[in-house]
């Protein structure tokens, strides 16, 4: 099993449509979650952190379950400009080395 | 946020040459950055953890010798792509920690190599 595993998609949703994006990790004992935005050619920036409670920017809401070993990412009122890849990051518990999926693009049409 | 820049953005190159790139914190001190490579529709792959002052750390199936790394100040970190060949045509991209999170990645907006 790969240590953090992401469906890559495409997710291709109209404008206004609400899509949800898991990530599931390997290591029970990893502490720090995050979900970045990339671009296609560019680097990857932090979209947010993922906290144990929940968290919730905007349009955008991360969620956190250790029992199952996942997190999740929800955009809601999908834009067009929402359209990236978007990579899950995990850092083990004991390193402070990250380790990233794949990522799952998205594709949001007119 | 704290901002990471690398230089050049793209190089086009011959086979056998050899190619530097540099990372650079601009705005805080980096006592560990990252280099990571991406081949296209593929993930991020960490080559190496660079670290001030002492030698890298390499991941496994990484050659040191081909993807020398130098990390001389708090600043700046460097990898040099030696004897480059078209297999080596990647994005290479850095990263380091940020001041106010440290477990925060941020990351410089990559080098495109293509080596002929």
């Known amino acids: 099993r790969k240590e953090v595993e992401q469906d890559p998609g495409p997710f291709n949703v109209p404008e206004g449509a609400t899509v949800a994006f898991n990530c599931t990790y390997s290591n029970s004992a990893s502490q720090s979650f995050f979900w970045y935005r990339q671009d296609c050619r560019k680097e990857p920036k932090l979209l947010m952190s993922v906290y144990s409670s929940g968290n919730e920017d905007g349009r955008f809401t991360a969620q956190l379950n250790r029992a199952s070993q996942y997190i999740s990412l929800l955009i809601r009122d999908s834009k067009l400009s929402d359209s990236a890849t978007y990579l899950c990051?995990?850092?083990?518990?004991?390193?402070?080395?990250?380790?990233f999926g794949r990522g799952t693009s998205l594709i949001v049409h007119p | 946020g704290a901002v990471v820049s690398q230089h050049p953005s793209w190089v086009i190159c011959k086979s056998g040459t050899s190619v530097k790139i540099e990372c650079r914190s601009l705005d805080f001190q980096a006592t560990t950055m990252f280099w990571y490579r991406q081949f296209p529709k593929q993930s991020l792959m960490l080559m190496a953890t660079s670290n001030e002052g002492s030698k890298a750390t390499y991941e496994q199936g990484v050659e040191k010798d081909k993807f020398l790394i130098n990390h001389a100040s708090l600043t700046l970190s460097t990898l040099t792509v030696t004897s480059a060949h078209p297999e080596d045509s990647s994005f290479y991209i850095c990263?380091?920690?940020?001041?106010?999170?440290?477990?925060?990645?941020?990351f410089g907006p990559g080098t495109r190599l293509l080596v002929l």
């Open positions: 990051v995990v850092i083990p518990g004991g390193s402070y080395i990250p380790t």
């Open positions: 990263s380091a920690f940020g001041l106010a999170d440290p477990q925060t990645q941020y």
